[in-house]
């Protein structure tokens, strides 16, 4: 079975700090996503690659980049944490376009 | 991306019973996909429904697709306690890559 690992079940940072959010796949899939979940906002989508090195921003860009250097590998990075970051942040990947998507089991993180 | 509808909201029933979720969408498809999650984990697939495609079935799980009404349903029969989940219908337009997401129905099932 294909494998989404993000580094993080739980992850509690400071106003201003850099975060970086790992996620890793096992399966050579082309596609990566990065999604955040809020309450009643449902999922949104922050960037998306669809090979190594690149990427495509989402609906919600802003206040994130994202490193994609290996194509097992897609980070997203919280250039300066804000407290309206706190949310769940899921990372899914998938081997081409018209294909189910496999999820990872989410970092919950807290910005104080 | 959130241009999906899923009804109801949510649906609380009694173990045994059959849940039953809908999901519409307003633009031709590739394909649709149903996923559940668990209470702050992440999304399991359960069933991929190709835009040629009526009916697709796994277990207790039976998904329809009626592309003329733009609408997918998924039920599931002899409801457990343990499928207490929300429901996702996630589907990509014809030629995108882009996803689109429900906002999900939660379902309890009340043993």
């Known amino acids: 079975d294909v494998k989404v690992t993000q580094s993080s079940r739980y992850l509690v940072k400071r106003t201003g700090e850099k975060v970086f959010l790992e996620c890793v796949q096992d399966?050579?899939?082309?596609?990566m996503f990065w999604y955040r979940q809020d309450p009643g906002l449902g999922l949104r989508l922050i960037y998306f690659?669809?090979?190594?090195?690149?990427?495509e921003k989402g609906d919600i860009p802003e206040g994130y980049s994202v490193s994609r250097e290996k194509k097992e590998r897609f980070s997203l990075i919280l250039e300066s944490a804000s407290t309206n970051q706190t949310s769940m942040y899921l990372c899914?990947?998938?081997?081409?376009?018209?294909?189910?998507?496999?999820f990872g089991s989410g970092t919950q993180l807290s910005v104080l | 991306s959130q241009q999906g509808e899923e009804d109801p909201q949510a649906l609380s029933i009694q173990e045994g019973e059959n849940a039953t979720m809908n999901c519409s969408y307003k633009?031709?498809?590739?394909?649709l996909q149903w996923y559940r999650q668990n209470s702050g984990r992440g999304l399991v697939h359960l069933i991929l429904?190709?835009?040629?495609?009526r009916e697709k079935h796994s277990g207790r799980l039976r998904v329809t697709l009626d592309t003329s009404k733009k609408s997918s349903s998924l039920l599931i029969t002899a409801s457990r306690a343990a499928d207490t989940a929300s429901y996702f219908c996630?589907?990509?337009?014809?030629?995108?890559?882009?996803?689109?997401f429900g906002k999900g129905t939660k379902l309890s099932v009340i043993p």
């Open positions: 899914a990947s998938r081997t081409g376009w018209n294909e189910k998507l496999f």
């Open positions: 399966m050579d899939h082309e596609n």
């Open positions: 690659s669809y090979d190594v090195k690149m990427k």
């Open positions: 633009t031709s498809i590739n394909n």
């Open positions: 429904i190709r835009s040629n495609e």
């Open positions: 996630i589907y990509s337009g014809a030629g995108s890559y882009q996803l689109t």
